[in-house]
């Protein structure tokens, strides 16, 4: 359709009608029998059956056949026949789960981070996806926070406009309608990850300055990248709540960053602003929503109880509400939706394209790449194959491994490590044992409690446990390496799952002990969607491989690492804490007045934990070991025209091929405000073969040196810069450099 078409549909259109294009209902209310009786959400929400008809979008429905259906119903009783907007939480996958966003962070690679978020876009588009909630670039510097697992970025505001560009250009591609493509949504607008205390929902509130040097370039990145959506997030910045944020909706995403497409508030945000204070009633909440310039409301009933009085009582709100249906119109039909409301669905092409085999073969190495090895003393990895080995530990056999939020792939059919490990060795070289469950009752009670589940109770649980680390104790005596498989529940990371403290469950503690009283080579394989505290057992093991929540591919994935076929190289995007007591901590930090340079008791320091994290960011090894000698600089000085070239050569000290993830830090060392003590500024994930040196290359412009000085101008200050290069962020080499304006 054309634009003026559009705009004459929207003079068509009955108040009511237009109020609906801003409602966005959950699930599948259009699918029960009696579709004229209200229940869940409907009821909830206190929709009219006629109301119902009008509403412009739904949440998470997906797959051909239930999208179709959900369409046609509702296209037979709507007037105008304005086809819905399926939108969704594909957040890593849709049925092939890919590794949690955290992780896939980890890889450093632009181009598998790409490739995951193609074959997921595919997958769901032909399951009826319209547009999908992600990437999710919220800063994350706190590990209590459960929503860490979702940041593709972690602490790195570069390596956030990076990705974030990455996904929205391979989510959208050139042309919404095509087959394949569907429109992105970033979230969550603004600063979510620095909740208080890292407890979600909780209040944010910083400098300007901090928000704009850290917080927004991912948001701008994908914004710039052609983003059709914005979704506002459920804390306050500054005292008002995102998604009623005047300063922050209307000037700065829509009038300093250009946006021009659609904003919605996230899941009953709006009606939240009520029990922040800053909404008196449900009516001045749809009013401060729609003044501030919220399109879509989702899964409250702010809009479609109050806007039809406040358009009625003031036109100027009608202009609004106009202004948004346009919107809302305009993304549909650049969906292709008027002409084919079904889009790409296709029942067919599910059966091609949902699970085939190559995308499968493809999401194994791509997930490999997001594994970080932490430790890997006397080379105990890759495993001698001709030793004995025991599995151990409620991970070794276990399914579950895909993350909170894969809720469209089915958890249960997964391959687990033991069944990789039975194809590969023989029954006499594998011994098996499960230790301990994950979580003892109590605290999976914790969980089951917070969504409203039966409890369960496990008869004689202390016994059982004895009981079951005996059992691995005697397991493991026979071996002559010990696997532990350990970590997180799924349900212990991600939305609504802040935790105080991030060791891992007490049970596997005493598992860990007790194995450890055999003196063999122990190595841990960690699945968890947060950095955790390792401090308490890290000493323990030989290895320890970092594997997240590693998706359907998982277990023939890690199998493949530990057997040596495929090397390890991914690196931390999110500092690892000592102990959750030094959260939030973040590598691009400021110097105090009194950094810990010299052991001394009035220095900024803990007085039972080092200053500094447990694993740093950028941290990772390989089976190879690289070298980093002669950082160079073409020139010592520079003006706002000229490029500093920076060369170092790299070594690959073994008999291994594989991949180093180069990093280039930069440091200002005085300005008009404080500047961090090093800042990601570029990084290159290289190949070397057995024993190649190579010299790498990085240049340093003046975008790179900028920043928001104390008039909060984006600007570089003159004066003297550090380099910093190397395999992580702090084994480094470095040079210095001025800049002349
Ligand atoms: C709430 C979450 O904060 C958001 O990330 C998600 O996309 C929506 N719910 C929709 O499920």
Same mark, same amino acid.
């Given at each position: 359709?054309?634009?003026?078409?559009?705009?004459?549909?929207?003079?068509?259109?009955?108040?009511?009608?237009?109020?609906?294009?801003?409602? #966005?209902?959950?699930?599948?209310?259009?699918?029960?029998?009696?579709?004229?009786?209200?229940?869940?959400?409907?009821?909830?929400?206190?929709?009219?059956?006629?109301?119902?008809?009008?509403?412009?979008?739904?949440?998470?429905?997906?797959?051909?056949?239930?999208?179709?259906?959900?369409?046609?119903?509702?296209?037979?009783?709507? +007037?105008?026949?304005?086809?819905?907007?399926?939108?969704?939480?594909?957040?890593?996958?849709?049925?092939?789960?890919?590794?949690?966003?955290?992780? #896939?962070?980890?890889?450093?690679?632009? &181009?598998?981070?790409?490739?995951?978020?193609?074959?997921?876009?595919?997958?769901?588009?032909?399951?009826?996806?319209?547009?999908?909630?992600?990437?999710?670039?919220?800063?994350?510097?706190?590990?209590?926070?459960?929503?860490?697992?979702?940041?593709?970025?972690?602490?790195?505001?570069?390596?956030?406009?990076?990705?974030?560009?990455?996904?929205?250009?391979?989510?959208?591609?050139?042309?919404?309608?095509?087959?394949?493509?569907?429109?992105?949504?970033?979230?969550?607008?603004?600063?979510?990850?620095?909740?208080? *205390?890292?407890?979600?929902?909780?209040?944010?509130?910083?400098?300007?300055?901090?928000?704009?040097?850290?917080?927004?370039?991912?948001?701008?990145?994908?914004?710039?990248?052609?983003?059709?959506?914005?979704?506002?997030?459920?804390?306050?910045?500054?005292?008002?709540?995102?998604?009623?944020?005047?300063?922050?909706?209307?000037?700065?995403?829509?009038?300093?960053?250009?946006?021009?497409?659609?904003?919605?508030?996230?899941?009953?945000?709006?009606?939240?602003?009520? *029990?922040?204070? *800053?909404?008196?009633?449900?009516?001045?909440?749809?009013?401060?929503?729609?003044?501030?310039?919220?399109?879509?409301?989702?899964?409250?009933?702010?809009?479609?109880?109050?806007?039809?009085?406040?358009?009625?009582?003031?036109?100027?709100?009608?202009?609004?509400?106009?202004?948004?249906?346009? +919107?809302?119109?305009?993304?549909?039909?650049?969906?292709?939706?008027? &002409?084919?409301?079904?889009?790409?669905?296709?029942? #067919?092409?599910?059966d091609i394209y949902i699970?085939?085999?190559?995308?499968?073969? +493809?999401?194994?190495?791509?997930? #490999?790449?997001?594994?970080?090895?932490?430790?890997?003393?006397?080379?105990?990895?890759?495993?001698?194959?001709?030793?004995?080995?025991?599995?151990?530990?409620?991970? *070794?056999?276990?399914?579950?491994?895909?993350?909170?939020?894969?809720m469209f792939s089915d958890r249960t059919k997964n391959k687990t490590i033991l069944d990789m490990f039975k194809e590969r060795m023989t029954n006499e070289k594998l011994l098996y044992s499960k230790g301990t469950e994950i979580l003892r009752e109590e605290k999976i009670n914790e969980i089951l409690r917070a969504d409203g589940l039966p409890l369960i109770h496990v008869e004689n649980e202390k016994e059982k446990e004895e009981l079951s680390i005996k059992e691995a104790f005697e397991t493991a005596k026979e071996a002559e390496i010990i696997i532990l498989l350990l970590g997180e529940h799924y349900r212990q990371s991600g939305e609504a799952c802040s935790r105080s403290n991030i060791s891992l469950p007490e049970n596997q503690i005493k598992l860990i002990n007790e194995l450890h009283r055999l003196n063999k080579p122990m190595i841990m394989i960690l699945f968890n969607g947060r950095p955790l505290q390792l401090n308490n057992v890290a000493d323990k093991f030989d290895g320890i491989l970092e594997v997240w929540f590693p998706g359907t591919t998982g277990a023939r994935a890690i199998t493949e690492v530990l057997f040596g076929d495929v090397n390890p190289s991914g690196k931390l995007t999110m500092s690892f804490p000592q102990n959750a007591g030094q959260c939030p901590i973040y590598y691009n930090h400021y110097n105090t007045g009194r950094p810990l340079l010299r052991d001394f008791r009035y220095m900024s320091r803990y007085q039972d934990i080092p200053t500094e994290s447990f694993y740093s960011f950028g941290y990772g090894l390989s089976y190879c070991n690289f070298k980093y000698e002669n950082l160079k600089l073409d020139k010592n000085k520079m003006t706002e025209e000229d490029i500093i070239t920076v060369t170092i050569d790299v070594e690959n000290q073994s008999a291994y091929e594989g991949y180093e993830v180069i990093q280039l830090y930069i440091q200002d060392l005085f300005g008009s405000v404080v500047r961090p003590v090093k800042e990601l500024k570029g990084f290159k994930k290289e190949f070397f073969k057995p024993f190649e040196k190579r010299q790498i290359k990085f240049e340093i412009d003046i975008e790179m040196l900028k920043f928001w000085n104390q008039d909060l101008e984006y600007i570089a200050e003159e004066g003297d810069f550090k380099v910093y290069v190397g395999g992580n962020s702090v084994n480094v080499l470095e040079e210095t450099f001025k800049l002349n304006r």
């Open positions: 359709m054309k634009d003026k078409d559009l705009i004459n549909l929207l003079n068509q259109m009955t108040l009511d009608e237009k109020i609906g294009q801003m409602v #966005q209902v959950a699930g599948d209310i259009f699918l029960e029998d009696t579709i004229d009786v209200s229940t869940g959400p409907l009821k909830n929400l206190g929709l009219s059956n006629e109301m119902l008809y009008n509403v412009g979008s739904i949440l998470n429905v997906m797959g051909a056949e239930r999208v179709k259906k959900v369409q046609d119903e509702y296209l037979s009783k709507s +007037r105008l026949k304005i086809p819905l907007l399926f939108m969704d939480d594909v957040i890593n996958g849709y049925k092939i789960a890919f590794p949690i966003p955290i992780a #896939q962070g980890c890889s450093w690679n632009v &181009e598998t981070i790409k490739e995951m978020t193609k074959i997921s876009a595919m997958e769901s588009n032909i399951a009826g996806a319209n547009v999908n909630f992600s990437p999710m670039v919220d800063l994350s510097r706190d590990a209590r926070w459960g929503r860490v697992m979702e940041s593709i970025e972690g602490e790195d505001p570069y390596l956030g406009q990076v990705y974030a560009k990455a996904m929205v250009e391979a989510y959208q591609g050139k042309d919404l309608s095509e087959l394949g493509n569907i429109a992105s949504c970033v979230k969550h607008i603004a600063a979510y990850g620095a909740v208080e *205390a890292g407890r979600d929902y909780n209040t944010v509130d910083m400098s300007e300055r901090e928000f704009r040097q850290y917080y927004l370039p991912s948001y701008k990145a994908a914004i710039e990248s052609g983003a059709e959506m914005i979704m506002t997030s459920f804390n306050i910045v500054n005292g008002i709540p995102a998604t009623i944020n005047k300063w922050l909706i209307q000037d700065i995403i829509r009038n300093e960053l250009n946006f021009k497409g659609i904003v919605i508030s996230d899941y009953g945000a709006i009606e939240e602003t009520i *029990a922040h204070g *800053a909404s008196k009633d449900e009516k001045q909440a749809a009013l401060n929503a729609i003044n501030a310039g919220v399109d879509i409301e989702m899964m409250s009933s702010m809009y479609s109880n109050n806007l039809k009085e406040l358009c009625l009582e003031n036109k100027e709100i009608e202009e609004k509400v106009n202004e948004s249906v346009l +919107r809302i119109l305009r993304l549909k039909n650049k969906l292709g939706l008027f &002409e084919n409301p079904y889009g790409n669905i296709d029942k #067919q092409k599910e699970m085939n085999k190559d995308n499968l073969e +493809r999401a194994k190495k791509l997930t #490999q790449e997001t594994f970080v090895m932490l430790k890997n003393e006397n080379n105990i990895l890759p495993l001698d194959t001709n030793k004995k080995i025991a599995l151990i530990g409620p991970y *070794a056999d276990n399914s579950a491994i895909t993350g909170s939020w894969s």
